[in-house]
Nanobody
Framework: QVQPVESGGGLVQAGGSLRLSCVASGIIVRFNDMGWYRQAPGKQRELVAGITRSGNTNYADSVKGRFAISRDSAKNAVFLQMNSLKPEDTAVYYC??????????WGQGTQVTVSS
């Protein structure tokens, strides 16, 4: 079972950038379809970016062109480069396998706050 540890969040002004990192123990990242999710206050957790085992990526429309997901097999890690951040990107960000459900094992997440 995946045990993700997310980091890299913080407070940034609108238009700024952050790079999130996720070290995933319990699984081998390159053998799994991985994703970054986020949950804003009062909202459901949503998938914002995914990367398949074959390296194909996909993004939610709200972040397309601004966010980029990648992985480092040697570090067994997944990353999310976030550029041109907007206040509506404010949320707790989590990584997990793409098949994760609400009752799956989730990490603590990393808080991203974008000020206007």
């Amino acid at each position: 079972q995946v045990q993700p540890v997310e980091s890299g969040g913080g407070l940034v002004q609108a238009g700024g950038s952050l790079r999130l990192s996720c070290v995933a123990s319990g699984i081998i990242v390159r053998f799994n379809d991985m994703g970054w999710y986020r949950q804003a206050p009062g909202k459901q957790r949503e998938l914002v970016a995914g990367i398949t085992r074959s390296g194909n990526t996909n993004y939610a429309d709200s972040v397309k062109g601004r966010f980029a997901i990648s992985r480092d097999s040697a570090k067994n890690a997944v990353f999310l480069q976030m550029n041109s951040l907007k206040p509506e990107d404010t949320a707790v960000y989590y990584c997990n396998v793409l098949s994760a459900r609400s009752n799956s094992n989730w990490g603590q997440g990393t808080q991203v706050t974008v000020s206007s």
